[in-house]
């Protein structure tokens, strides 16, 4: 089975920018997370998808924003970009529910500048 | 404060030794606990996971033991080797928020 890929893995975007982030999840695997990780705040839990719904959500600005589609892929925004955005996002996706086993994909590392 | 705490920050081990991190948590209502394995530049992976009523846990050399009452939780690396040098996260859920804590970076020396 193909592990959790995320894409783009790079990504270099400027202040006031918005920018859009994937994530498609193991086949069969319903429930995508998200995460941004930083040196400094280390890992924080932005959302998470199951079924196209948010069930649960993270305290982070509205700037933040994610959905998943009918195939369980999700999708995460952060618009207006600011410096302090610049993290590892890393998104994970389990069978159902958050408290499975979570399998994390190699993250996309955004740099603004 | 952080709800999660982890020590030692960091820690140097040789080849083949054991050693112990540890997590205490005042996260509440408590859901899980999971520890995580992080190599430098990729994903966390799963190492266990426990719930409220188990108290030990393993997977292969790594064995984690959890004491809800006192909010504590271990994880203990047997034999280690080379390939265990990471980073350890303790991650505790409550049941609509996850806190995560600062790592333990592990470096196995040969």
């Known amino acids: 089975k193909a592990g959790v890929t995320q894409t783009p893995r790079y990504l270099i975007k400027t202040r006031g920018q918005q920018v859009t982030l994937s994530c498609s999840p193991i086949?069969?695997?319903?429930?995508v997370s998200w995460y941004q990780q930083t040196p400094g705040q280390g890992l924080q839990f932005l959302f998470e998808y199951f079924s196209e719904t948010q069930r649960n959500k993270g305290n982070f600005p509205g700037r933040f924003s994610g959905r998943q589609f009918s195939n369980s892929r999700s999708e995460m925004n952060v618009s207006t970009l600011e410096l302090g955005d610049s993290a590892l996002y890393l998104c994970a996706s389990s069978l159902v529910s958050g408290e499975d086993t979570q399998y994390f994909g190699p993250g996309t590392r955004l740099t603004v500048l | 404060k952080n709800q999660v705490e982890q020590s030692p920050q960091s820690l140097i081990i040789l080849e083949g030794k054991n050693c112990t991190l540890q997590c205490n948590y005042t996260v509440s209502p408590f859901s899980n606990l999971r520890w995580y394995k992080q190599d430098t530049g990729r994903g966390p992976v799963s190492l266990t996971i426990m719930t409220f009523s188990e108290n030990t846990k393993s997977n292969g050399r790594y064995t984690a033991t959890l004491d809800a009452d006192t909010k504590q939780s271990s994880l203990h690396i047997t034999a280690s080797q080379l390939s265990d040098s990471a980073s350890y996260i303790c991650?505790?859920?409550?049941?609509?928020?996850?806190?995560f804590g600062a790592g333990t970076r592990l470096t196995v020396k040969p």
């Open positions: 991650v505790v859920s409550s049941f609509n928020d996850m806190r």
């Open positions: 086949s069969g695997h319903r429930s």
